[in-house]
């Protein structure tokens, strides 16, 4: 069985394979100080309490955007799983070209979604990430990462209205019935909600028009990517778990 982990800025998102299928996944508060201990602990528990044997787990891999948790993290592999795991990073094989003039620069979670789809959906396509940032990156027929864009996420906008403000409120991020609001959750809802909408369907339109692509294909992930996608015709699947995908199969290349 293999454990999969994506750190990513809000949550760490584990998930654990047996062969090919994806049987549970559960998550983790990134911005929480753990020691080794406590992750080991955490994570045989959660892993345990959704039927997996632990000993039964025989390799790790993960993809991180914040390197302050990976010095306890992977030390929990080691402790508690008696695993060292892969960590996604230059050098290590993904199958992708990353066609940029500073690769280095780009996440590497940007990668293992691009790996994602590129395998199982082919190129050229566009990959959108809604999480705490906004992300869409194009991969090209022949498996060339060749464009990244990067916009504030729904999350960090909303943030910036209620703590820069004086009298709007915290509220949930959520899709109001109609843009036609009046009154104040409501209006900041419509807001987020319908400019994300409206940034999203014209970057796309915006890649097609530059690039030409006419059969670009768009897969959408992250955690606000299902209301996104459920309000736009642009975009063609919305898949929840394509970065734990991405690192099975960047594990199975690097075997």
């Known amino acids: ?15 654990i394979y047996d062969g090919e299928e994806l049987t549970q996944t559960f998550r983790l508060i990134t911005k929480t100080p753990r020691t080794s ?46 695993i060292t795991p892969l960590v996604v990073e230059p050098g290590v094989k993904t199958g992708i070209k990353i066609d940029t003039p500073n690769p280095r620069e780009i996440g590497p979670d940007r990668i293992v979604d691009a790996v994602a789809a590129y395998e ?13 940032a906004t992300t869409y990156d194009l991969v090209t027929e022949d498996g060339r990462f060749t464009v990244g864009i990067t916009a504030p996420g729904v999350k960090i906008s909303a943030q910036a209205l209620w703590l820069e403000t004086a009298k709007l409120p915290e509220i949930e991020i959520a899709m109001p019935s109609s843009i036609l609001a009046n009154e104040t959750i409501w209006s900041m809802q419509a807001g987020l909600m319908y400019g994300q909408i409206g940034q999203t369907e014209y970057i796309i339109k915006q890649v097609k028009k530059e690039t030409g692509y006419k059969n670009l294909k768009v897969v959408a992930t992250g ?22 995908k991405g690192l099975r199969l960047i594990y199975a290349k690097n075997r």
């Open 37 to 82: 201990d406590e992750y080991g602990m955490i994570l045989c528990d959660l892993a345990g309490r959704n039927g997996a044997r632990i000993e039964d787990i025989d390799g790790a891999i993960i993809v991180s955007v914040v390197p302050v948790v990976m010095h306890a993290l992977v030390g929990s592999l080691i402790k508690y799983l008696n």
């Open 223 to 244: 955690g606000l990517g299902r209301l996104i996608s459920n309000e736009t015709k642009m975009i063609d699947e919305y898949d929840p778990d394509l970065t734990l």
């Open 1 to 15: 069985m293999l454990l999969v982990i994506d750190v990513g800025n809000t949550n760490i998102t584990c998930g």
């Open 120 to 132: 199982l959906h082919g190129g050229p396509i566009l990959v959108l990430d809604f999480g705490t």
